[in-house]
């Protein structure tokens, strides 16, 4: 699976590529993560990329041309074509199915706007897939884009060292329950014990124990999980 994140801040992502499982899966060759600075394909002494908007109002809008510009050259760094997302929080809302339908893509191009956001004809011309990851206004798309990377990497095969463990997940595959309680050693802390059955060694009966925890869990925590089915 291959990324290309185009973005004004590049220097947002290093520090996240390093990391734990992403870092390894790049090692791997399982992911490629191509970082593009937008201004890069600015013109004019001064890179300009962004500009006030027509009919007044606060803020910058990110201008049509570089932005365009840049989404076609980087189409044509590999013959594989990417699916262009813009990350915006006026774009579907990310969720697990929206993750395990975007898995199959091979390549995509991620757009992060900034300021007041991007000129109309940018959405136009591009027509990209348009996702928001909540109905929260962040400062721009890089952390938004940050996040869809990390919940599709899970997805590709090999990634997680357990092929089971994102097939496990909570919301995945249509499974709209949360996690049941996990511990590990001690044993004992201040006086709270590690639920006995847990110790037992009798797997049928700890299973039984996980789901009704699952369920006790999300009918406490997110009942609205199990309304909307
Ligand atoms: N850019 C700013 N806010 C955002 C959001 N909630 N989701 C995606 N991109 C954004």
Known sequence: ??????????D????????????????????????????DWA????????????????????????????VRDVQKMTSQPGTVIMLTPQGQRLSQPLVE???VEKRMI??????EGFDQRVIDILQPREISIGDYILNGGEV????????????????????LSSFDDSFSRGNRMLEYPQYTRPQEFEGREVPEILLSGNHGEIEIWRN????EHTKTKRSDLLEDQ
């Open 1 to 10: 699976m291959r990324f290309d994140i185009l973005t004004l801040f590049p």
């Open 12 to 39: 947002m992502f290093p520090g996240y590529m390093s990391q734990s499982i992403l870092n390894k899966s790049i090692e791997r060759g399982l992911v490629e993560i191509h970082v593009h600075n937008m201004r």
């Open 43 to 70: 013109k004019g002494r001064h890179n300009k990329i962004d500009d006030s908007p027509y009919g007044g109002g606060p803020g910058m809008v990110l201008m049509v041309e570089p932005v365009v510009n840049c």
């Open 101 to 103: 339908e975007l898995a």
């Open 110 to 115: 991620l757009l992060c706007g900034r300021y």
């Open 144 to 163: 938004a884009s940050m996040v869809l990377v990390d919940s599709l990497v899970r997805m590709v095969p090999g990634v997680l060292g357990d092929e």
């Open 212 to 215: 009704a925890k699952s369920l």
